[in-house]
Each structure stands twice: as C-alpha cells, then as structure tokens.
C-alpha cells in the first residue's frame, strides 16, 4: 500500500497560531448563527408581523432544502483539488456572500404580507444556503488539519472558545445597539449588516491561516466513488450513523432554547432586556470553563466529557421549576447549563471527525466531504426542528404575532415547556445514544494505523476482507 503522507506530517502538533485561525471562524460564523436562532423569528413575529406558524414552517423547509445543498457541497469539497486543499478554498469562496446575505435577511420591506413573506422566504433560504455551504467546509477542515486525537480535541476547545464568545456577543449587545440606533426595523437592518461584516472577515481569517495536512491513506487517484459505494460505508460506519442523530438532537435543543429564550424573558419574565442577562449566564460560566477543558479532555476523553456535560444540563433545566417567574433562577438555571454545555460542544465536532477515519480504516474509503456534510445535515436538521418546533408549538398554543397583544395562559405555559421540558427529554436521549459510542475506547489504534498507512487490522475485519468492491475503480 503507498502512503502519501508520514506520521511526523498529519500527527503533529498544531500552533497556537494556527488554533487561533481555525476558532475564529466559529467567532465569525455564530455572530449570524447566534442572530438567526436568538432573535431572528422574535424579529419576524413581534417586528415585522409574520405570523409564528408560519416561520416556524419556513424555517424548517429551509433546512430541508440544507439537507440536499449539504450532501452536494460535500461531494463537491471532495472533489476538489486546488492549491488551498479541499476545504479551505470553499471556506473562502462563501465568507463574503453568507455575510452578505445576513444582511439581506433583515431588511424586509414596508409592503403588503404577501411581498413581506415572499421577500422572506427567498432572503432566508439564501442565507440558509450561504450558511450550509461555509459551515460544511469548515467542519471538514477539522478533519484535514490533523489526524492526532488529542490535537482535534484543542482544535475544538478553541473553535468552542470563539464559538462561545460570538454567542455572547449577539446576545449581550444585539437588543442594546438596537436601542442604540432607535429601537426601529431600520436598527435591526443596521444590526445585522454588522454582524454581517465581521461574519465574512473572521471566516476569510480562517481561510488564510490555517494549512490541511491529512491526505487518504490510498494513493489511487483513479479511484471513483459511486452513491452505492458510499451508501455502503456510511451504514458500514455505525459510530457515524450515533453522531449523526447525536448532532441532530444536540442542534434541535440549542435552536429551540435560544429561539425560545426572548419569547419566556418578554412573556414569562415580563422584560425582554433580561435576555442580554440570561445570555451572559448562557456563555461567560462556559467560557470558564473552557480552561479546565483540556485537562478533562485528556483524563475522561471525548465520549465520557460529553455524558458529564449532558448530565449537568440535565440538572441545570429542573432549576427553573422552584421559580419559574423569577430571573434569578433562570439565570442560575442558565449559568450551570452553560457549564455543561462546554463539555458537549468541545467534543461534538471533534467526535465526527473521529468517526470519519473510524470509516475509512473499516472501508477504504476517505470522505470526509461527504461525511462532514452529511454529518452537517443532522446539525442542519436539528437547527430546523430547533426553530421550526417552537413556531409550530407557539402557533397551536395560539401565540398571537405583533408584540402588543397580551399571550393567553395556555402559550405561557408552552413557552414554560419549551424552556423546561423539551431540552430535558431531548438531552436524555442524547444520553442514551452516547452509551453505545465505544470508538473512544479504540481509536488511538485507528489513528496509528491510518497513519502508518494500514486500514483495519483485526476488529470487523471481515468487512474489508468480503467487501473489497469499495476500493474498486467503477
């Protein structure tokens, strides 16, 4: 078997410098993010009128449409060849254009409900699209820069890091500089064209200081990889198909809590500039503990670090129910989520990647474009049903669009099941699909042997040894 790279070349260790490029990406990326599943649907109902069943609808067709655009971009990223890599070009190509469309996304014209939903729809499907294209190459990135476990575990602490504090930027200073510039549709327009801007050039920071250095140990370059030869590796890969539904669940949770925080701090706790407060419990006690993350990291690996998290959260949801009209206990409730939510999104991309070399040292097969992007679908999905669950639920309750009209005491109790309940069951079920992720327990092994350039010696190897039709040309 011919190698083409050296363990010396895809396991060594990566700069600060470069950590630094990668996270900032994320910095940049949930600075729309944030503004998309914080307060864009607060926008479209209580500003610009649009009725919540219908974003809740719109938001999740649009993440239907993702899930073909992922599984396109991803065939396209492994493709590509190009003096940047594979992934780093379409980070740089779509920088620009998914901050642009941000920007469009606000500035809903003063014409009839039709037009506004019209305008709507088309401005955030392409967002949608922009956003779906960028963050696939980015999370394939991951799996390009290193090979070395610990290594994408760091890479993930700082790309959870900036994640972190763009989160904590839209939500501290988003509803202020909307006060700022005169509490008007024409302050949110210019809100978003900020965080537009500096979505795009964190991004192209990204592109330009980070390097890919883990190339497929098979050096057929006549090699064609057909949809049955992919399909075959994907439901070969179980370790893929956990994470798959682990990100899916995971995004549905973080969409609906943010989506549903600015409705239950103006509706449950009577003062919607409470949540700049919640969102600062939400990511500074995150932030903290970000510093102990690499130490955890390395005594409970990745798998174990992520139940821990998720058992936290599931604690920190309950803490609202001793009070469920007081701040205080929102915010403590908010606080220790936070905490916990460190030890998930440190781990959850560094997890697929992981599974992505599982695939290719059972399979043969190296694609990670297809695999990030259809990994990225269950992220896109859970983002859909985040935001589509809460307008469904609100608008069956009876939630009544317009931000002046008093909410019946049947959409409060919903918003208190959305805050509450909801993440608690969902969290629970990540649980049970994290028991059985046992990749941990062997992929130091996996990681050697794709190094040294060998596929699967021992475990399933029957797999490879019936199944060579995967490395066949077609």
């Known amino acids: 078997m011919m190698i083409q790279n050296s363990p010396s070349q895809d396991l060594q260790r990566v700069g600060t410098r470069e950590r630094l490029a990668f996270g900032v990406g994320d910095y940049g990326t949930n600075l729309t993010y944030t503004l998309m599943v914080t307060f864009l649907a607060f926008y479209y109902t209580d500003v610009v009128g649009i009725s919540a069943l219908l974003v809740g609808s719109l938001m999740f067709f649009a993440r239907v449409l993702d899930g073909i655009i992922c599984i396109y971009v991803g065939i396209r990223i492994d493709k590509t060849r190009s003096r940047l890599g594979k992934a780093r070009p379409w980070v740089l190509w779509t920088a620009v254009p998914f901050g642009l469309s941000a920007f469009l996304m606000s500035t809903v014209p003063d014409v009839s409900y039709t037009l506004k939903v019209v305008y709507v ?56 500089l909307v006060a700022f510039f005169g509490n008007s549709s024409t302050s949110w327009i210019i809100v978003f064209a900020i965080f537009g801007v500096f979505t795009a050039v964190f991004l192209l920071l990204t592109a330009l200081g980070t390097r890919e250095r883990v190339e497929p140990v098979s050096s057929d370059n006549s090699q064609r990889i057909n949809a049955r030869q992919v399909a075959r590796s994907v439901m070969a890969n179980r370790y893929w198909l956990i994470i798959f539904f682990y990100l899916m669940i995971t995004f549905t949770s973080l969409t609906a809590l943010s989506a549903v925080g600015v409705y239950y701090s103006k509706y449950v706790l009577s003062d919607v500039t409470l949540i700049a407060y919640i969102s600062m419990a939400q990511y500074i ?50 606080a220790v989520r936070s905490v916990g939510f460190c030890g998930i999104g440190a781990t959850m991309f560094a997890l697929l990647a992981d599974t992505i070399d599982y695939g290719e040292w059972r399979t043969g097969l190296r694609i990670e474009g297809i695999l990030f992007s259809a990994g990225t679908l269950g992220q896109t999905l859970g983002m859909g049903l985040g935001t589509a669950s809460v307008g469904w639920i609100l ?69 490879a040894a019936t199944d060579n039709s995967l490395l066949s040309p077609k």
Not at 306 to 324: D, E, T
């Open 285 to 334: 006690p995150g932030l903290l503990t970000l510093m102990i993350i690499p130490t955890l990291l390395k005594k409970l690996g990745k798998r174990r670090l992520a139940m821990l998290g998720l058992s936290v959260c599931c604690i920190a949801y309950l803490l609202p129910l001793f009070n469920k009209q007081d701040a205080l206990f929102v915010i403590m409730a908010t």
């Open 121 to 176: 729809c088309i401005t955030y499907l392409l967002t949608n699209i922009m956003f779906t294209a960028n963050n696939i190459a980015y999370g394939s990135l991951l799996a390009l820069i290193t090979r070395d476990n610990y290594q994408r575990g760091m890479l993930s602490v700082f790309r959870k890091g900036f994640s972190t504090c763009g989160s904590l930027t839209v939500g501290v200073l988003t509803l202020p």
């Open 395 to 463: 608008g069956a309750a009876g939630f009544v669009s317009g931000g002046s009209t008093p909410q019946s005491e049947t959409v409060i109790t919903t918003i208190e099941f959305l805050f509450i309940f909801f993440p608690l069951i969902l969290a629970a079920l990540n649980l049970a699909l994290l028991w059985f992720y046992k990749l941990d327990n062997f992929y130091h092994q996996v990681a050697q042997d794709l190094s040294a350039g060998r596929y699967q010696q021992g475990e399933e190897s029957e797999f």
